[in-house]
């Protein structure tokens, strides 16, 4: 049993910037894609950051406004001209991600550095897609049936000493009820274990019982 990998959910071919960019190019980009960031690259397609829309946001914020009790934060500094550019906006060096990652693992990065997206590199680390926080979500989006099929073939069927016979398992909205028997207690927190390891299990029930004796107490 695997997780689905971030290949089967990023969006590719990435949207993708040169540091010479400029603002008004970037916040298009962003509105015509319906996107909230993208990768800043050199000429080889290799990633230098990233221009969110939080750090264009800094431009806005930065306007005089009589009525605001808050200070305005620093701007970047602008180039030559007063030109402002992704090499001046972007947020570096990128947190990236390959298409074998788990989803998973991209979502524990994702919370790790504090990001909403991550640039996918391919083998020679160019920026083959991006993958977002929504694109991970939609593993949540399978259909309970499949997820019912899941568990029962790859997790009890595969749990020495379960039958498939024996275990009932109802999902509903990616909630997982699991009821019946299996033969020893030590099994119970195994099988719910890898039940909640499936691909789009919001969470697990436990009504299962066992038909040995629990070990008795050492000592």
Do not use: W
């Not at 620093?74 to 906006?89: I, K």
């Not at 927190?189 to 009504?207: E, F, K, Q, Y």
Request: aromatic residues 2%.
């Amino acid at each position: 049993m695997r997780h689905a990998t971030v290949e089967s959910v990023m969006t590719s071919p990435a949207v993708l910037v040169a540091p010479e960019t400029g603002f008004r190019e970037i916040v298009a980009l962003l509105a015509e894609y319906d996107i909230t960031g993208v990768p800043v690259v050199d000429e080889d397609g290799r990633p230098l950051g990233i221009v969110s829309e939080a750090d264009l946001l800094l431009t806005l914020a930065a306007q005089e406004d009589p009525g605001s009790l808050l200070p305005a934060p620093e701007l970047p500094r602008s180039g030559p001209g007063g030109a402002v550019t992704a090499a001046d906006l972007m947020t570096g060096p990128a947190v990236c991600t390959t298409p074998g990652t788990s989803v998973v693992a991209a979502a524990r990065l994702m919370s790790r550095h504090a990001v909403k997206r991550l640039p996918v590199l391919d083998a020679e680390g160019r920026v083959s897609g991006m993958v977002s926080r929504g694109d991970l979500l939609r593993v949540f989006l399978r259909e309970d049936r499949v997820i019912r099929r899941e568990i029962v073939e790859e997790v009890l069927g595969r749990v020495e000493g379960v039958s498939p016979a024996e275990v009932g398992v109802e999902v509903d909205q990616g909630r997982v009820v699991l009821s019946g028997t299996v033969p020893e207690p030590y099994l119970v927190p195994i099988v719910l274990n890898l039940c909640r390891s499936v691909d789009g299990v919001v969470s697990v029930t436990d009504r299962l019982g066992s038909t040995g004796a629990a070990p008795a107490p050492v000592g």
